[in-house]
């Protein structure tokens, strides 16, 4: 970024240019768009990137509130987040998780996974203290059975739709950063796997407004797996909207449940399998290091060949007496 040191400079718009300056790049774009919130003219295109759009006035007992649901026009709001958190990972990166691994001295390999695990966790950390944000402020938290009554949830509140787009916005990201973090060709496929995953559970849940994954996004995969079978199993059976409308944003039906339940339940099985997996692979690396350095120590040690010397010592590669004159040399008879 601007205010990082380089020692080294790159040819203008070259290959190690745009790795090197992705986030000065995206910061200048996001620039550009809050510069045209300055003036008339430009300030109705610069909101549409920065603000959730189709907000619809719903009227409630007291007052009208203002939902949101989803078009088009979503896509040039992810798009500009998108670049938000393009800026926010080399913060992280440059000015944490760059200063902790230099104390540290790992290696390439584990420089790389330190640097894979500190985005998500500084990620997931945020997400579960937003996400409890919204469960307490919409009323999640009091009233569960709002997670699924009055289906569909055609318009959303302004949080849990923002909630949305960030969260895709962030999946998203990290589809270019595998290039701009020059990620490893083997590294390549297990990260695409869980960001691929994210992104269908987070779209899916978008556009087919079940909005339960916003209550407990980031919370436990038990929970998140019990609240998706109370809400999607039972608690959208008994309605009684059953019909297949696209156009109102039905899909409350048998097919459509199952399909959902299964790909949760299988999305959450196969995150166990492999967190289970990677901890006996783990756990058995260690348990035959520390048996080989076990075998190591043990075996004996064998003694040192005894070098049978002359009596005296060497000087400058002659052997002299104890007194300091060289030995006699023994003289040949002569036949």
Known sequence: ????????SYPLFSQEFVIHNHADIGFCLVLCVL???MFEVTAKTAFLFILPQYNVSVPTADS??????YGPKDLVTILFYVFITIILHAVVQEYILDKISKRLHLSKVKHSK?????????FHLSSVVWCFYVVVTEGYLTNPRSLWEDYPHVCLPFQVKFFYLCQLAYWLHALPELYFQKVRKEEIPRQLQYICLYLAHIAGAYLLKFNAWAAVFGVTRLFSLTLAVLAIGFGLARMENQAFDPEKGNFNTLLCRLCMLLLVCAAQAWLMWRFIHSQLRHWREYWNEQSAKRRVSAAPRLPARLIKRESGYHE??????????SPRTKKLKSP
Do not use: D, P, W
């Open 316 to 325: 400058n590669g002659v052997v002299k007496a104890e007194n300091g004159t």
């Open 64 to 69: 009208e509130t203002v939902h949101y649901h």
């Open 35 to 37: 510069i045209g919130l």
């Open 1 to 8: 970024m601007a205010f990082r040191r380089r020692t080294k």
């Open 114 to 122: 330190f640097n894979e695990s500190g985005q998500l966790v500084i």
